[in-house]
Each structure stands twice: as structure tokens, then as C-alpha cells.
């Protein structure tokens, strides 16, 4: 993983300057004045903006509309002086998580957790053996499970997502993506990551933007990884939640209890007020791959000024998956037909993905 | 504002380095390598680093203990390789806001505002010249406003707070901040903050920290003013809130409905929360003024490595306000205990700070 993102973060940050052909610049250091090192300074940073606008920060996508309304759209909010200039700090870009970021299939990877979790936690629970739909997960009976619905999976996750301490959850999630894989592509969950993603959060970055996820995904599921695999941090993570109680021990050490009460799903109309509510700007770069990030997108394009609205439609039944209108998990309707009526980026996985993912041979 | 912002900065980010009389570099630019300018650049930072560490980067704080702590504490974590080295990522620095980083007296200033909005709102709310507590505030009648309790006081923050958009209620702030005056001092509100406080941020800034306001004040109320009075962006001012809708308007355009319902309060036991939700890392490095930020300091204190804990005792009531065990507003009791018990940095308004306000003669 820090392998894929250093790759994203050396195409981005260092300013091949060479490969570009461009000026190189060195600088002798004398006693003088600190006034002309700092006006140095930035010369060599303008020479590495300007470098970067050049070179290909996204060398994982392919050459096509999609590509060229992110490009073309960075280049008008970062051109000072420009009609469309953006103010550095106004640069807020959002990305849902679950199919816009790493993979959602066969099934959300917090569900695949939760799972895993109940065999983990099992020899705790003498009474699972007996008790649907815990049963069901221990006996790998899967009509059984689905017999349960939705019901028994917010038993699950209840039972897997509660009653410890936050710190006691986030090593939890820490050893589940150390040792769990993907069914299909026998690798750690962390690596069904989308290279062309990364490379994409890294390249706003380097363009000023605050990179942010804002994912139906419970924020306490995604925080441990988040850092190193996307390089955005716990504080830049927004996401559904479980009431918190904060409580101090018998030992005079205050600690963070998760209670089974649900407090806030940051899905559909609940991202906008998610958005308003931990970052309180209003962003003007969002995607994400399905209905449930309609109303983030619409909160996007809602306001004046350059707005950039793309969805990733997972066309590769090969490399990824294949799914749209008719999935349960990501289903991707409205938001489609949304899209091909304001004219917003749609990035077709199979047409506009040079890699999926790192580990493509 | 700006003004006092800047000049905190200034002291901070410049690394006057004559006035050290440390070495000065300068740079001349060639074509040469690009490796040799980033090693200069390296230096220039690291010179700059030192010489922060070196020179007064918190003029308004008296020589003493308080003073002493902070720069202790700011030394040890960011000493590359020393024993109590933090890196950057985890220092997380949280300030509560009234007491702490602005006066909260004779009122808290969000109510201040909503008495004014009271005013403000009278036009279309003929109804209230005969509805308490509306009348008692529309009649100056602090007797009838004071019979009408924590009840009156909730019916006008949420008849002053609800029932418009987002956008709407933050124009309203800013309009307030703009024109409205602090009884005492007859100055914008958001001038009536402390001077140390803004060098302290912009110092933690400086050394590597990103700096949080965590507040039980209302988090819409906070954010519109917040970025250039403290230079802390929204998306780091964690506070309370209510229920906010999203909607779409009969002319297609999104907004997000401030409701009455109360969502959130982040005080007391509810400041550890918040930082978990918002923040999702526990500080580092944390003040506060009163029972309300307890906590929030034992939070902090709570686990291993460094940490500082800090309150602002008022003890000053010529130059701002004096208050602690028995005042209704800000009360300092319990904390102030603690901090006596645990050897928490208490800053002695009166004794540690040279200036409070930079309106100061």
C-alpha cells in the first residue's frame, strides 16, 4: 500500500523536471539576505506547480473525457488571476468511500468485517453457536443469513460494533485488514484500492485541495487505514456513527465506550448534512459511484462558481466488477440519469482506467 | 482582526533572524540540480525552525511557569529524535472558545447574539411584543428576562437559531459580527480576544500543530468568523448543533434547514465525544477555562507520551473579568482542583499576560 501511494505521491510532488525538459534550479547557500533565499524558494515551487501541470499526474487513467474534465477543471480553479480561480482554502473535495475509492463487492468490505468479526469474537459468545443470526455466520450458512435480512445484519454489526472502547475497536479493524482477503482477489481488503483514485486525491492535493471522504461507512471502521492507504487523516473522515459515551475507569483512566445506539448515516441527503456538519464548507470537487451520493453531489453543484461532479460507473466485470441500475449494493439509478442531464463526469471504469488496481500484473 | 493575526504570524513564521543574530542565507539560482535547491530549501526551513525556537514567539505572556510549560512542552515534541519527539500527523492541539480564546462576559457572546436577532427579527414577529421571554428582550425588562429561565432562554435560541438555511444563519453571524458591540467595551465582539491566545495558536501553528477549537458553542455560530479571527478553518471548529435537513427547493437548488432539534452538546463529557467524532485523534496539547473543559483535559492527560493540559484562570478584573468557583458563567471549580492535583499549567490572567486585548492602550 505505501508502495501505490508513494508512486501517487512521487508522480505528483517531485516535479520530474528533467522528463519535462524544464529549467532545474540549484541554489548555493550564502550570508546574505533571507529575502531573496524565500523569493528562491518560491521560484523553484512555481517551477515545480508549473511542471506538474505538464507532466501526467494521473498515468492511470487513459486519455478521454473523463480524464480531461479533471485536468482542464484543476487548471481553471488554480490559475491565479483566473476567471475561475479558487482560493486555496476554499478547494474542498469529497469522496465517498465504498466503490469510489476501494472496492463494495461481493459485499461492503465493513459487512465482510463484521462477519469475520463474529468468528473472532465467537469463543466469547457460547451462545452464538445457537443463536441466529450469529449461527448462521459460524455454520457459514448463507441461506440461514440471508434468512435474517436486514434485522440480523444490524444485529451483527451491533454485536461486533459495541460495548468496547474506541481504542479497542480501531486495533480491531487494524488486525482485520492485516490478515483478511478478498474472496475473489486473494489480497488484503486495503489493497482493492483504485490506483487511478489515488492517484487522483494525490494530484488534488498537490493542487492545493483538502482531500476529504465522506462514506455511508461507519467513521470509526475507516479512520485506523485511512491515513496510510489514501494519505487523508482521521480528521478529514466523515462518516456514519454510533452513539460514544465517554466514561472513566476503575483505574482513573477516562476511555471512549461505542454503545449499539445508531446517532448519524451519512448516506443520501444525510452526506450534505454530514458535509455541513464536520467540514462546513461546501465543497466544489465531489464523486462518488452510486444513488447514495446523489445528494452530495447535487450540495456540490448547488452553489456559484467552478463545480466538478464525477461518478465512477463500474463497467469491468473483468478487472472489477460490472453493476449499475439493478445492483443491491451500489446501485447507481438516479444518480446516472442525474449525470447525463447536468453533464457531470462519468469515468467508465472499463474505458477510462488504464489499472484498477496496483496488483494488476 | 486581521491586523493581530498578521502580527502573530509575523512574529512566528518570519524567524527574524537579525534580531537573533543567527546566520542569514541567501540563494542565487542556477541551472543545476534540483537536488541541491530542495537540500537549501531544507536548511532555509531548519534555520528557520531553530530560529523560532530561539526567538519570542509569545510576546504578550510574562516570563513565568505558564510561559515556561508551553515552550518546554513545544521543545521536547518537536526535537527530532529526542525521547518525547511527536510527529506532525499527531500533533493535535484543541482550544475551548469562550473563556479560553475570546471573553465570555457579562454573557456568553452567542447569546448576545441572539438577544440581538431577537431585535433584529421583531419586524416579522409582531407577535412577540406580547410573548415572553420576546417582550422582556424587546423591553430591555432584564427582570421578566431572568424570570423566564434556562426555558426562556432555549425558546430564544431556538426561535434565533431555526427555520432558515445554513447559508442564511451564517450571514446573520457575520452581519452580527460586523456591526454589534460588547457592552463594556465598546468593541466588535470578535476584538474582545486574547491577544496571548492568537500568538499561542499561530506559535503551535508554527511548530507543526493543527490547531482545533472544541466548543460548547453553537459550531454554525462559530465557523463564519472563526478562519480569519483565529485562523483556524471551519472544518476544525468542533461545537455544538442541531438537526440540520437537506431540501430541494421548487427552483431545483439545494439547501440545508436549520431545525429546533437539538443534535448535539459539546461540553463537559461531551468533548471527548466531540473530538472522537470530529476529530477522531486524541490531542496532544489542550486549554480550556472552566468545569465545562474537564473532560476534555483528562481526555487529553488520559493516555501515554507527552501532553499538556492548560486553563486560563481570570484573575483580572481591570483589564477583563475575574471569576472562578462561583461564577453562573465560565464557573471554575472542580477543574482548577484537578489541575492543582495533576500539576496542569494554570495561566494567571492578571500575573502571566502582558497584554489581554490587542485594543490596549
Known amino acids: 500500500m505505501p508502495a501505490r501511494l508513494w508512486r501517487a505521491g512521487v508522480t505528483s510532488y517531485t516535479c520530474d523536471l528533467k522528463r519535462e525538459g524544464m529549467f532545474v534550479f540549484s541554489a548555493s547557500v550564502h550570508r546574505r539576505s533571507l529575502v531573496v533565499t524565500l523569493l528562491a524558494v518560491n521560484f523553484v515551487v512555481i517551477a515545480c506547480i508549473s511542471a506538474l501541470a505538464q507532466s501526467d499526474s494521473l498515468p ?6 473523463a480524464k480531461k474534465s479533471i485536468t482542464d477543471f484543476v487548471s481553471r480553479v488554480t490559475m491565479q488571476g483566473g476567471a475561475d480561480f479558487v482560493p486555496v482554502e476554499q478547494r474542498i473535495a469529497t469522496f465517498d468511500n465504498d466503490g469510489t475509492l476501494w472496492c463494495e463487492q461481493p459485499v461492503y468490505f465493513q459487512v465482510a468485517f463484521a462477519f469475520d468479526r463474529v468468528k473472532a469474537m465467537a469463543p466469547q459468545h457460547p451462545e452464538w453457536k445457537t443463536t441466529q443470526p450469529f449461527k448462521a455466520i459460524l455454520d457459514k450458512d448463507m441461506k440461514a443469513l440471508a434468512a435474517s435480512g436486514e434485522k440480523g445484519l444490524l444485529q451483527i454489526v451491533a454485536a461486533t460494533h459495541s460495548g468496547m472502547t474506541t481504542d479497542a475497536f480501531s486495533k480491531a479493524v487494524l488486525d482485520w485488514t492485516a490478515s483478511a482477503h478478498h474472496p475473489r482477489f486473494n489480497r488484503p481488503y486495503t489493497e482493492l484500492v483504485y490506483q487511478p483514485m ?11 485541495f483538502k482531500t476529504f471522504v465522506v462514506s455511508g461507512g461507519g467513521v470509526e471502521f475507516m479512520r485506523p487505514w485511512m491515513e496510510k492507504v489514501y494519505g487523508i487523516p482521521p480528521e478529514q473522515v466523515v462518516g456514519s456513527s454510533g452513539v460514544v459515551k465517554f466514561q472513566i475507569g476503575t483505574d482513573g483512566k477516562p476511555s471512549l465506550l461505542k454503545t449499539a445506539k445508531i446517532e448519524f448515516v451519512d448516506d443520501g441527503p444525510g452526506k450534505p448534512v454530514g458535509i455541513n456538519r464536520f467540514i462546513g464548507r461546501r465543497p466544489i470537487f465531489a464523486f462518488g459511484n452510486s444513488d447514495g451520493d446523489l ?3 447535487q450540495w456540490t453543484a448547488g452553489a456559484e462558481g467552478p463545480r466538478f461532479m464525477g461518478l465512477v460507473h463500474h463497467t469491468d466485470a473483468e478487472r472489477e466488477y460490472a453493476y449499475d441500475r439493478q445492483s443491491k449494493i451500489g446501485k447507481l439509478d438516479k444518480a446516472l440519469d442525474e449525470a447525463a442531464a447536468k453533464g457531470w463526469a462519468v469515468v467508465d471504469m472499463k474505458r477510462d482506467w488504464k489499472t484498477v488496481f496496483a496488483f494488476e500484473p
Open 60 to 65: 492511470s487513467w487513459n486519455d478521454g473525457a
Open 198 to 208: 489515488l492517484e487522483l486525491l494525490a494530484y488534488l492535493r498537490a493542487n492545493g
Open 295 to 297: 445528494q452530495m453531489l
